[in-house]
């Protein structure tokens, strides 16, 4: 089987290259990985800051490095809930929580469990039916249902136990899995443990680690239970993750082929008969039952028909068993005779044809990049991307995501904080710098992405207070708002302009918005905010650049995020701006969300027109007519030609105020309409065109 002929060597080693330039290399599948760990990372600090009782896990081939842009993989997320205790054994009951025990019989499929509900001091006295989401079953034991997770996320199409987050253009489709977590590794997979393949793969490492990650519930039943509310699937997908990075860059690229197949010839229509992962399990066991030796770059077309193979054998007899939990037919009732007969004929056709399919891959073009570098055609006759542009958009949107997570992030700090005192914002402050001073590498690198941005919002949050008190910014407030610079190129700069002009300290204001907007301009800047989810527009040749060839450090140097100010910070913001707090009326509650939308109760601006209106106001002060009708002018300019404008109707908003300071009212009408073009609901624009048109009536 593993006796290569030249041809299959030759195509092997072309098919490698294929991948490498297409970024299936190591450094990319490394890169990918860094950047989805540190967002995983920083949503756990967020949790740990905010008392949230809940760690997110990001897994999915994101997580793994093995996608490819033409793929277009979404992004699985598993949310693990920790306020109910998941035992395997009663002498692990937590007082002062909700127990639940897993139990497997005759009446559970293999591989999933049921969930009893205990009680700490006499487990078996529970027989009252608690809520809607328990039933008592013919035993008199309380069960939980899955049906407890339905609805959960807002906007999300659910597939099983996934919330998936689609239609949104421009973002990444995101699977959300709710799970809940026990902390032993479950009994049903101990065999596993034991086992060792060929190869002795996995190692003795990878199943001490595995064992140590415990293992998840999450609410869904299997398609052949006769119980299909009350089963919860049993999940080691820690443990796998573990196993994919520890596959070396020949494997993965056989993975990668793998789903492309899948992609190209077995799920056309995107209808899921195979799913990647079957194909996972499929390479897991292939591996397993295999020399490591063999799987090598000028190996690859034989590993990958290998594995067709044993995809075909798992289609002809219904049987694909779970990698460590082999109970578990991952194909139990996936599909009707007719379409087993289909897939089974699909992928003998791929293994009897040989290569000629691979040529027919459009994905990423790989079929005609492969007839290039077999010199099947000249060179010149395609066009597809090089190397060094995959790369450069591979890292860009890599960067840009890590970018949108800091904001995020950001904002649930925040929403926490807006209504709490000072003594619980200084100990979330203490629980931060934890992280740096005790933290792993990546919490390390996480924390510098983060606490900027916290230490400034604390630090507005003190000036406010002492502004109010004695109209003076505090040292202890300087200090923190001085540690926070280093967030990005402007948001954190212009808080403390902001914190100076509403102190009347004009001069120290202006000279630090006049930085700013010298610094904005000397790089390739790109604007930050998920405030809302949106588009990403339009990224600059000069942006990509910076990205493919510096570190993700380099973040905080070419993004600009917008501005965000809680109630605790109002004292720091322009009263013209004060406004953007209350722009919702009750009616408009009705149609905001309230998962998403908290951030339209605090002034959130971006931070290019924030900065004009800033120096707009300071100039006025000073009496420096000319550069105030400049910044004016450079405020409109921006209005109208940045596309990527996230609070498009504060900046409107902040223009008609500007305009009635000019005399303006017709033009300041005009941009308070135009603003609620942009945002019918929940915008301050309606108060600006109440109070205009009620100083005007005043004046006749």
């Not at 072309?14 to 989805?36: F, K, P, Q």
């Not at 770059?297 to 289609?315: G, K, M, P, R």
């Not at 939990?325 to 007719?338: C, H, R, S, V, W």
């Not at 792993?440 to 996480?446: S, T």
Request: hydrophobic letters at 35%; aromatic letters at 10%; a neutral charge.
């Amino acid at each position: 089987m593993f006796q290569e002929p030249d041809y299959r060597e030759h195509l092997s080693l072309a098919l490698s290259e294929v991948l490498h330039d297409i970024g299936v290399n190591e450094r990319m599948v490394m890169r990918r990985r860094r950047h989805v760990m540190l967002r995983e990372t920083m949503d756990k600090i967020s949790y740990r800051l905010t008392d949230t009782n809940m760690t997110g896990y990001c897994l999915g081939s994101q997580t793994e490095g093995t996608t490819t842009i033409g793929l277009d993989s979404d992004f699985d997320v598993l949310a693990c809930h920790h306020d109910l205790n998941i035992i395997q054994d009663w002498s692990d009951l937590e007082h002062g929580k909700e127990n639940y025990l897993m139990i497997q019989d005759e009446n559970t499929s293999p591989g999933y469990c049921f969930l009893q509900l205990l009680q700490p001091y006499d487990p078996l006295s529970v027989t009252v039916i608690p809520d809607e989401h328990h039933i008592s079953d013919r035993s008199g034991r309380i069960l939980l249902k899955n049906t407890i997770c339905k609805g959960v996320i807002q906007g999300a199409v659910e597939h099983g136990p996934s919330h998936a987050i689609q239609g949104q253009p421009g973002l990444c489709d995101r699977d959300n899995v709710l799970a809940l977590p026990c902390k032993s590794w479950h009994q049903s997979a101990s065999g596993w443990l034991g086992r060792q393949g060929i190869g002795r793969w996995p190692t003795q490492d990878m199943r001490r680690f595995a064992a140590s990650t415990g293992c998840f519930v999450v609410p869904t039943g299997s398609k052949v239970s006769v119980y299909p509310d009350l089963e919860w699937r049993i999940s080691t997908t820690l443990a796998e993750r573990c196993l994919i990075f520890n596959l070396n860059i020949t494997q993965i690229r056989c993975y990668v082929l793998l789903k492309m197949i899948l992609k190209s010839f077995l799920n056309p229509q995107g209808e899921i008969n195979i799913s990647s992962f079957m194909c996972k399990t499929v390479l897991l066991h292939c591996i397993q039952n295999t020399e490591t030796s063999v799987w090598k770059d000028n190996n690859l077309f034989t590993c990958l028909t290998y594995c067709l193979l044993e995809l075909h054998s798992c289609v002809q007899n219904d049987c694909c068993s779970h990698f460590i939990i082999p109970e578990n037919n991952l194909m139990a009732g996936q599909f009707t005779a007719d379409t087993k007969h289909i897939l089974s004929k699909n992928i003998c056709e791929l293994i009897q044809i040989d290569r000629q399919w691979l040529f027919s891959i459009d994905i990423d073009d790989l079929g005609h990049r492969l007839q290039v570098k077999l010199n099947m055609v000249p060179r010149g006759v395609y066009y597809f991307l090089s190397f060094l542009e995959i790369q450069e958009k591979v890292l860009t949107f890599g960067y840009l995501d890590i970018a949108n997570y800091i904001s995020r992030c950001h904002m649930l700090v925040l929403y926490y904080l807006h209504n709490k005192n000072i003594m619980t914002m200084k100990q979330s402050v203490s629980k931060l710098m934890t992280f740096s001073d005790n933290g792993n590498r990546l919490q390390q690198a996480a924390f510098k992405f983060l606490a900027p941005f916290i230490f400034t919002s604390y630090g507005s949050i003190l000036a406010s207070s002492s502004i109010c008190e004695n109209n003076q910014v505090s040292p202890q407030a300087l200090v923190w708002l001085s540690a926070g610079l280093s967030s990005d190129i402007t948001s954190s700069r212009l808080k403390l302009a902001s914190v100076f002009y509403s102190t009347g300290d004009m001069e120290r204001a202006e000279l630090i918005l006049r930085h700013t907007e010298q610094q904005y301009y000397s790089y390739p800047v790109e604007p930050i905010c998920r405030c809302w989810e949106k588009p990403q527009g339009a990224i600059t040749a000069e942006f990509m650049r910076v990205c493919s060839e510096q570190s993700e450090v380099c973040i905080k140097h070419i993004t600009a995020f917008c501005v965000r100010f809680i109630h605790k910070e109002i004292n720091c913001v322009p009263r013209e701006l004060r406004y953007e707090m209350f722009r919702s009326t009750q009616d408009d509650m009705i149609h905001r969300n309230q998962y998403g939308d908290f951030w339209m109760a605090w002034v959130v601006v971006d931070s290019i027109p924030f900065l004009y209106f800033l120096q707009y106001k300071i100039y006025r002060h000073l009496q420096r007519h000319q550069d105030q009708q400049q910044v004016l002018s450079k405020l409109i300019r921006t209005i109208v030609t940045d596309e990527n404008l996230s609070h498009k109707e504060t900046a409107l908003n902040i223009l008609g105020q500007c305009m009635e300071q000019e005399n303006r009212p017709q033009q300041a009408l005009k941009c308070y309409l135009l603003s609620l073009q942009q945002r019918a609901r929940n915008n301050a624009a309606n108060f600006h065109i109440c109070k205009l048109l009620s100083g005007l009536l005043a004046c006749q």
